[in-house]
């Protein structure tokens, strides 16, 4: 069956530092990848998606992802977090079996400290 | 350009009780999506509407929950008779089309609470 997993529930990391949310994947076919941000009392926003090609995807707010097949995974990072970078993170697929609808991972909450 | 907009943004419910959701997606789009997330969890689709026609209600508990999109823009979903474990974010969104790679476009949210 198609998933991803999200396997950190909460991260905390220090304002200006590095940062890389993991993101696994079970897919039987070339998988479609998304991240989405949610903000508290927010909806769900898109970062960015893979769906072939270049292996590093660019996306808004200054985030990147790498696809990597070898390892299943798709890894969000970003090189120095800002305060407003604080939110819910999902990870998702697109279930290419049936009407092309999404799939999402349970999210990464990231708390940004001062 | 205007977002998708949902209404009531909370709502508070006893069990057993009946509640409706509105959404307006965004103009043009063709595609519209209810998902429900529960606490802690992703969202999950309950049903997508390609214009007014279903596309894939597969996850929808049909027994207690609807939805329609009337002339192809706005959308209502409805609980009735709710349970305690329909308490969740009820999220809308829209595409310009059938989604494969584009975008979807989330609304707010609905915040449920059924007690």
């Known amino acids: 069956a198609q998933s991803v997993t999200q396997p950190d529930i909460h991260i905390t990391v220090s304002e200006g530092a590095s940062l890389e949310l993991r993101c696994n994947y079970s897919y039987g076919a070339t998988p479609y990848l998304f991240w989405y941000v949610q903000s508290p009392g927010q909806g769900l926003q898109l970062l960015l998606k893979?769906?072939?090609?270049?292996?590093l995807v660019q996306g808004i707010k200054g985030f990147e992802a790498e696809f990597k097949r070898s390892q299943s995974s798709f890894n969000l990072r970003k090189p120095s977090v800002h305060w407003s970078d604080a939110a819910e993170y999902f990870c998702?697929?697109?279930?290419?079996?049936?009407?092309?609808?999404?799939?999402f991972g349970t999210g990464t909450r990231l708390t940004v400290i001062p | 350009e205007a977002g998708v907009a949902q209404s009531p943004r909370y709502k508070i419910i006893e069990k057993r009780q009946s509640v409706a959701f509105w959404c307006n997606p965004i103009?043009?789009?063709?595609?519209l999506y209810w998902y429900q997330q529960i606490l802690g969890q992703g969202p999950k689709l309950l049903i997508q509407f390609q214009n007014n026609g279903v596309v894939d209600d597969s996850q929808l508990p049909k027994d207690r929950f609807s939805a329609e999109r009337l002339k192809g823009v706005d959308s209502t979903l409805k609980i009735q008779p709710a349970k305690l474990e329909d308490s969740a974010v009820y999220l809308c969104?829209?595409?310009?089309?059938?989604?494969?790679?584009?975008?979807?476009?989330f609304g707010p949210g609905t915040r449920l609470t059924v007690l």
């Open positions: 998702a697929g697109l279930d290419q079996t049936g009407a092309n609808n999404l799939f």
């Open positions: 969104a829209s595409s310009p089309e059938l989604a494969g790679g584009n975008e979807q476009f």
């Open positions: 893979y769906f072939s090609g270049d292996t």
């Open positions: 103009s043009g789009h063709a595609t």
